[in-house]
T-cell receptor, first 112, second 112 residues
Framework: EADIYQTPRYLVIGTGKKITLECSQT?????MYWYQQDPGMELHLIHY???????EKGDLSSESTVSRIRTEHFPLTLESARPSHTSQYLC???????????FGQGTRLTVV | DQQVKQNSPSLSVQEGRISILNCDYTNSMFDYFLWYKKYPAEGPTFLIS?????DKNEDGRFTVFLNKSAKHLSLHIVPSQPGDSAVYFCAARKSGANNLFFGTGTRLTVIP
C-alpha cells in the first residue's frame, strides 16, 4: 500500500486566490512528481524533484510553483488562481532506480 | 504532440472473457512501458510493466505484450472480473529519464 497523501481532495476557490496543494509521502522516496490531468485526457508532468532543494519544470508548462524543503513534502502553489487552472492534480513519488511511481489520490481543483 | 496513444476510450467485456487494451507510441527512445489502473476518486496504481528488450511479461491474470516494430503494446486480462472495471493508463519512459508519458486511458467495464 502506497503512503502518499494529498490534501485537499476537492477544492473550489475564487479567481485570484492563492492556493497550496499539499503532498506528503512516508516512503522516503527521493523523487516526487506533480501531474495535471483534465477529464478524458492524459496525465501531463508539470513539476518534478529528485531530492531536497531540487525542482524542475515538467513537459507541460504550468503557472504553478513547487518547493522541496523536506524529502517527504512537495507542495504545489498557485499565486493567483484562474479558471484555466481547473483540473485534477496528482502527486507521485518513486524510489531512485525504481521505475514505478506511487500516486496520491489527487486534488480536484475548480476555480470559479 | 501525444507520444503515447490509447485510441479506444472505452471497452466492455463479459465477465470471464478476455479484455485486451491497446496502446501505441511514437517515440523509439522509450525503453520501459507500464500499465496503471485507476478507480474513480483514487490515484492511478501500478499494474504491470515491460522492458523494451522483452516482448511479453506475465503476472497472474495480467499479461503485457510488446511489439517494438509496430510500436504497439497491449494488456490482456484473463479471465476478466467485475473488479477489473476501471480506467487503464498506458505509460512509457524515455531511456535515461525518470518521468513517464501517459496515454489518455481506456475505461474498461466488465459486465457480470
Amino acid at each position: 500500500e502506497a503512503d502518499i497523501y494529498q490534501t485537499p481532495r476537492y477544492l473550489v476557490i475564487g479567481t485570484g486566490k492563492k492556493i497550496t496543494l499539499e503532498c506528503s509521502q512516508t516512503m522516503g522516496h527521493d523523487k516526487m512528481y506533480w501531474y495535471q490531468q483534465d477529464p478524458g485526457m492524459e496525465l501531463h508532468l508539470i513539476h518534478y524533484s529528485y531530492g531536497v532543494n531540487s525542482t524542475e519544470k515538467g513537459d507541460l508548462s504550468s503557472e504553478s510553483t513547487v518547493s522541496r524543503i523536506r524529502t517527504e513534502h512537495f507542495p504545489l502553489t498557485l499565486e493567483s488562481a484562474r479558471p484555466s487552472h481547473t483540473s485534477q492534480y496528482l502527486c507521485a513519488s518513486s524510489e531512485s532506480g525504481q521505475l514505478e511511481a506511487f500516486f496520491g489520490q489527487g486534488t480536484r481543483l475548480t476555480v470559479v | 504532440d501525444q507520444q503515447v496513444k490509447q485510441n479506444s476510450p472505452s471497452l466492455s467485456v463479459q465477465e470471464g472473457r478476455i479484455s485486451i487494451l491497446n496502446c501505441d507510441y511514437t517515440n523509439s527512445m522509450f525503453d520501459y512501458f507500464l500499465w496503471y489502473k485507476k478507480y474513480p476518486a483514487e490515484g492511478p496504481t501500478f499494474l504491470i510493466s515491460i522492458s523494451s528488450i522483452k516482448d511479453k511479461n506475465e503476472d497472474g491474470r495480467f499479461t503485457v505484450f510488446l511489439n517494438k516494430s509496430a510500436k504497439h503494446l497491449s494488456l490482456h486480462i484473463v479471465p476478466s472480473q467485475p473488479g477489473d472495471s476501471a480506467v487503464y493508463f498506458c505509460a512509457a519512459r524515455k531511456s535515461g529519464a525518470n518521468n513517464l508519458f501517459f496515454g489518455t486511458g481506456t475505461r474498461l467495464t466488465v459486465i457480470p
